[in-house]
């Protein structure tokens, strides 16, 4: 084993720890003290790895890996090394070209796995001096993203590689993981940050009227086209399309769609010319496409187009670890939308929260949140009492206040009872819904006119 390995953080004593452990692996070790010294060091010296400290006096780890991009500097793997999880810098050094984003305190086993990793990388790319580059700054108003787990520090790894791309990405996971918010942020990292994202929720729109959404329409091409109108993929041109809910597509839709990623053309309906777009595509949706597919209701070329680049959000059962990070977040949140005077959580309601199984992931811990802090009213500690759910009990009183009503007006309040728990047991996806309440989409669309019900998205 052979290589010269640069170690670059203002801690001495890590600094010198990593070195005798990098040596003990057989390999030479440099040590800088921060980065302006590793910026010289690397315009001297040709090394097969290099240890990077993110939060560094003067010249900190952002600004080095940036410089080394910008002017070539080197091509050898960058590792970077922090205190600190935070999603925007997780995303920001991998979207500079670091190889991997390592957490303090450093698990030795750990190191030792990704440092090989790097120096095949590094041996490889002496061989082919090919690499991917990273472009533009980040938009300091990125959609926050957080979490300081294992998987979700793999996804802030995903989002910052793809989004140094153009690549078509699809974006699986139950409802309510937030997977707008990464779309998002992808969008927000990339070199398109400063073009549009226009995002389409292809659940919410009838099928008679998602092509003309998508695609555009000219004036009557159809009953109710008084005017021309641009679709999405022409509102987005030079940016990002975010589809959302894509399992929800109708075929014929999903035949133009195909059409469209391949030949990077739209026509409106009711026109036959070519409009030609640049846009980039991001797909999310919570079904298991592959299974829709064997079913016969998704098209598996389609499937193909879209899975690029797949990034998979874990639910928030599977990253426990988060809520309480989340939980302060969302509270700070719902304090000033709410006008409410600062709270925090006691102890025992963030143990409670944290013995939760959040069947409707991060949109649920949110509106929990929001439902404790006005709850709790001028308290400035929201107890577990502020988190109990009260639904059931009400639940039980309206069933039986439809003892006391006609028949019709009985079957009425059922109906909406049972839609009303289907939307709140699937986070407020009417397709889900739909599915629990064994339904087709456009009926339940008409019971939520017929009743006044508005979901919550």
């Given amino acids: 084993m052979s ?23 057989g390999y030479r070790a440099a040590q800088a003290a921060d980065g302006a010294e590793a910026l010289r060091k690397i315009g001297e010296d040709d ?18 890996l940036a410089k080394i991009r910008e002017e070539e500097l080197t091509d050898a793997p960058v590792i970077v090394v922090s205190a600190f999880g935070e999603s925007d810098r997780t995303i920001e050094a991998m979207r500079l ?25 590094s ?32 996804v802030f790894k995903q989002i910052g590689r793809v989004a140094a791309t153009d690549a078509t990405v699809l ?55 008084v005017a021309t109108r641009r679709g999405r993929f022409e509102a987005a041109q030079g940016g990002t399309l975010f589809l959302d809910e894509i399992g929800e597509m109708p075929p014929n839709a999903q035949v133009r769609l195909l059409r469209v990623l391949q030949e990077r053309k739209v026509e409106r309906v009711g026109s036959t010319t070519p409009i030609t777009i640049d846009v980039r595509v991001i797909a999310a949706t919570h079904r298991n496409l592959r299974v829709e597919i064997e079913a016969g209701r998704f098209r598996e070329d389609l499937f193909y187009r879209l899975n690029v680049c797949e990034i998979q959000l874990p639910p928030l059962r599977e990253r426990l670890a988060d809520v309480p990070q989340l939980a302060e977040l969302f509270l700070d949140r719902a304090v000033r939308k709410n006008r409410l005077p600062n709270k925090t959580l006691s102890d025992d309601a963030l143990r409670a929260l944290m013995n939760m199984d959040f069947p409707g992931n991060v949109r649920e811990l949110e509106n929990l949140i929001e439902r404790a802090a006005v709850a709790s009213g001028m308290a400035p500690v929201i107890l577990p009492e502020h988190l109990a759910e009260r639904k059931e009990a009400a639940s039980a009183e309206t069933l039986d206040s439809l003892l006391c009503l006609p028949f019709k007006e009985a079957i ?31 009926l339940l669309y008409d019971k939520l006119a017929e009743h006044g019900i508005a979901p919550e998205r």
């Fill in 3 to 25: 290589g010269r390995i640069l170690i670059v953080d203002d801690e001495k004593n890590l600094r010198e720890s990593l070195a005798e452990f990098v040596e003990a692996e």
């Fill in 47 to 64: 090394f097969a790895c290099i240890l990077l400290d993110l939060r560094m006096p003067r010249v900190d780890g952002l600004r080095v």
């Fill in 97 to 121: 070209g670091a190889f991997d984003f390592l957490v303090k305190p450093l698990d030795i086993e750990e190191i030792g796995r990704v440092l090989r990793r790097a120096v095949r990388q």
């Fill in 123 to 154: 041996e490889a790319n002496r061989q082919s001096r090919s690499r991917e580059r990273a472009s533009g700054a980040a938009d300091e108003c990125a959609p926050k993203l957080v979490g300081t787990s294992q998987r979700m520090r793999e």
């Fill in 171 to 225: 974006i699986t996971g139950e409802s309510g993981t937030g997977k707008e918010v990464v779309a998002r942020a992808i969008h927000a990292h990339s070199a398109r940050a400063d073009q549009p994202f226009v995002a389409v929720n292809c659940g919410a729109l009838p099928d008679t009227l998602i092509e003309a959404e998508l695609f555009g329409h000219e004036r009557g091409a159809f009953t109710g086209a």
């Fill in 412 to 442: 009425a309040a059922l109906e909406k009872f049972l839609i009303e728990r289907a939307l709140r047991e699937s986070a407020g996806n009417r397709s889900e819904a739909a599915r629990r309440l064994g339904i087709s989409r456009r």
